[in-house]
């Protein structure tokens, strides 16, 4: 497993009003399928920001990525037995290499993509092929973590939640929990100071959350609600190395509604609901995704049945039954803890006979990336599709307080210990200037005391010999308010 890093560009700074509205890119179609699949899993290439997506054809686990010369695919493995969505991941490590994880044949297997191929570990035997899995890399190093849950092939034996992680040792793997539940779910991330975060549930639909201690942990396990129902996500904010929680719930009427999870003040878990659905069975499962701000984008699928009379479209006839579906992306300004849930359309009314979509945030614009299937579940052709949502807004590090001044990206970047590092900015008027250096963990690392700065275009110069490697944040203030902030890499 390879473990450092050369990722993520300096991020670009928006400055827009709060009310300016959302947009959305073209829908790009990765591949039609002749065949009913899974929802896709997306990843973005952290340098360039281009969109992956892993899927499932039901003979083979396919690896469909966005190059200049359009969408190239590989083969991961034969698929003959992935048969869910929820028994494969995939996620991009920090340098660029490929990580994937997904059960066949009964085996847990973890799987890297360097130049000499695919890589793979068995990390467990599981008494049958779908089982819930949770994929995560460690955001600084790379090295890949999995949670799952083991089924008893028994009803009256207890099941049980794993956790295992890749080091310089390779594997080491405990037993979390033990819970007698029928319904398993697990979610899993990793922090920037190399702790687990999973989540997972407990008898009596109770969602737990445990904590880490360390890299391989213990775990420390709270409660964090009642009514867990199903598709439980989790991810991590990057400003404050928080996890936040998005999973389906059994409302007091007995209907559906996404909830949206996180720890307030005094580390309590706090829990909202993000939007009620119907009061069927939710099939089709949303995602959650965190821009580089900490700001929740919740995608979800939203299903109505056509109406009686209304034709169904041509291929859909074998179906069972038509719905119409818009796309729709919930968000939330200001992060996590303040500020309603808004909504955004990404696609104009269409036909499927079931959905899945899957999301992630740019790490670089703070835009949402989506991924779905239509028509859907048992009415092939399935196309797999792509688009992205972007809310002025939110884009950038928390934006910038003096919206009259620019910061310019870090140059070199990434960069090595012992470069100087400049990054240029504009001043309206004479200011004093200073500068503070954090890294991903939000820990003070450098910092520049105030210097007066005349108006005009200035820079500021920075000499790192003594860094890891790492992402670090540099922030800039005028006269004590933040013109704006931008990530660096630094490299062996």
């Not at 083969?75 to 994880?101: E, K, N, W």
């Not at 190399?194 to 391989?216: F, S």
Request: some cysteine; glycine content about 12%; hydrophobic content about 40%.
């Amino acid at each position: 497993m390879r473990s450092t890093i050369g990722w993520i560009a300096a991020l670009a700074l928006v400055a827009a009003a709060s009310s300016a509205q959302a947009s959305h890119g073209p829908i790009d179609t990765l591949a039609t399928l002749s065949s009913s699949s899974g929802p896709p899993v997306l990843a973005l290439d952290p340098i360039t920001g281009a969109r992956h997506m892993a899927y499932s054809t039901g003979v083979l686990l396919q690896h469909g990525w966005e190059s200049p010369g359009g969408w190239q695919t590989e083969t991961i493995v034969d698929s003959a037995s992935i048969t869910s969505y929820t028994t494969f991941q995939m996620r991009l490590a920090p340098d660029g290499h490929r990580v994937a994880a997904y059960v066949r044949k009964g085996r847990l297997v973890c799987a890297v993509r360097d130049v000499g191929g695919w890589h793979r570990d068995t990390l467990d035997t599981l008494p049958g092929p779908d089982y819930p899995i949770s994929l995560a890399l460690d955001p600084t190093t790379g090295e890949p973590a999995v949670g799952w849950a083991r089924q008893s092939s028994s009803s009256s034996s207890p099941s049980q939640i794993f956790f295992a992680r890749h080091g310089a040792g390779g594997w080491t793997t405990q037993l979390v929990d033990t819970v007698s539940s029928s319904w398993l779910t697990v979610a899993l991330g990793v922090d920037g100071a190399h702790r687990p975060h999973m989540a997972w549930g407990r008898p009596g639909n109770v969602l737990t959350y445990g904590e880490g201690a360390g890299p391989d942990g213990p775990f420390t396990t709270v409660p964090v609600g009642s009514s867990l129902g199903l598709f439980l996500l989790l991810d991590m904010d990057r400003s404050n190395g928080e996890p936040r929680l998005a999973y389906y719930a059994v409302n007091g009427s007995g209907g559906w509604e996404v909830r949206y999870a996180f720890r307030g003040v005094g580390g309590a878990w706090q829990s909202m609901r993000a939007f009620p659905i119907t009061a069927v069975f939710p099939y089709a499962p949303p995602a959650l995704a965190l821009d580089p701000a900490g700001n929740p984008f919740i995608t979800y699928t939203y299903i109505t049945p056509v109406e009686p009379g209304k034709s169904e479209p041509s291929g859909t006839e074998a179906c069972g039954s038509v719905n119409s579906y818009d796309i729709l992306v919930y968000y939330r300004a200001g992060g996590a803890g303040l500020g309603p849930f808004s909504v955004e359309n990404l696609s104009d009314p269409q036909f499927l006979c079931g959905s899945g979509l899957s999301a992630v945030a740019s790490r670089t614009t703070g835009e949402a990336v989506v991924g779905w299937r239509s028509p859907g579940f048992n009415c092939p052709p399935i196309a797999l599709n792509t688009s992205h949502v972007v809310i002025p807004s939110l884009a950038g590090v928390g934006g910038s307080d003096d919206p009259t001044v620019a910061l310019a990206p870090i140059w070199p970047n990434p960069a090595r210990a012992g470069d100087d590092l400049r990054v240029e900015f504009g001043l309206p008027r004479a200011a004093e200037v200073s500068s503070e250096l954090h890294d991903l963990a939000g820990r003070l690392v450098a910092a520049r005391a105030a210097a007066p700065m005349t108006a005009g275009r200035q820079s500021i110069a920075w000499s790192v010999p003594s860094l890891g490697p790492g992402l670090y944040w540099l922030t800039v203030r005028s006269n004590g308010v933040r013109i704006g902030t931008r990530s660096v890499v630094i490299l062996r």
